[in-house]
């Protein structure tokens, strides 16, 4: 293997505090169309290979990105969900690893949390969409750890908000599993604008290391969103990056990656 084929170095098998999914037969949920805000920000080198595992290649140059759910109407009731996910990859295919996630609602949490393996903590959620600029604001147990804003959005078409796939490390029977977490967007309404952060704790999300440097994108949507089965796993020790298909019900699933 070459030398400059980079690969993470983080331990997971020393962390604890992962979510635990018992079951990978979960089912889909259709969210219904809701609001989704995608902000995609340069960070520093530092902790580049730190923040993934062995399985992950370090997207370069290195970025983060927040993706923020607000759900009207759920079997739980309302809610909104905001991720901080580093962008990765394994192979040649994007992600989003998660670092940890913030919802404003217990019952959705759990079922996030035990069904998909979302890293997920109760906070508040302010989302103030204006005609200006769409805020988000994030606090735990009183204390802001996230102020971010989309200034001046502009009416784009849908097709040119890429949203790369989830992985969410967890603990499962198969043992701790990177979880592939790849939603359906059916975009109705889509604006971008220049993304702001106004203020980011990156140790209080779980990962110091993370620096933004330079804003990417910010990206507002209107969409139907439906969280998927979960169809493949990745050892995260693993430096090949090899994926295992999970049985799906239908003869139609897709092929194996």
Known sequence: MSTTHLVGTRDVTAE???????????????????????????????????????????????????????????????????????????????RGLLVSAVCDNPRAAEALRSRWGFRVALGDVLFRPRNDRIEVEVSVDGREILALDIIDPRLLAGAGVP?????????TPEGRQLLQVDPEYVISHADRGRPLIRSFDAAAWGDADIVPTWPISGSHLRAEVTLPRLRYLTDPTDPTGRTVKLPQPDAAASPAR
């Open 16 to 94: 604890s505090g992962f979510a635990v999914v018992e079951d990978l037969g979960t089912q889909p949920w259709a969210l219904g169309e809701i609001d989704v805000v995608h902000v995609n920000y340069e960070i520093s080198q530092t902790g580049m290979h730190t923040t993934i595992p062995p399985a992950l290649h370090p997207s370069i140059p290195p970025h983060l990105s927040w993706l923020v759910y607000r759900v009207t109407t759920s079997d739980f009731g309302p809610f909104t969900l905001v991720q901080t996910r580093v962008g990765c990859r394994i192979g040649i295919k994007p």
């Open 163 to 171: 949203i790369a796939p989830g992985l969410n490390l967890a603990d």
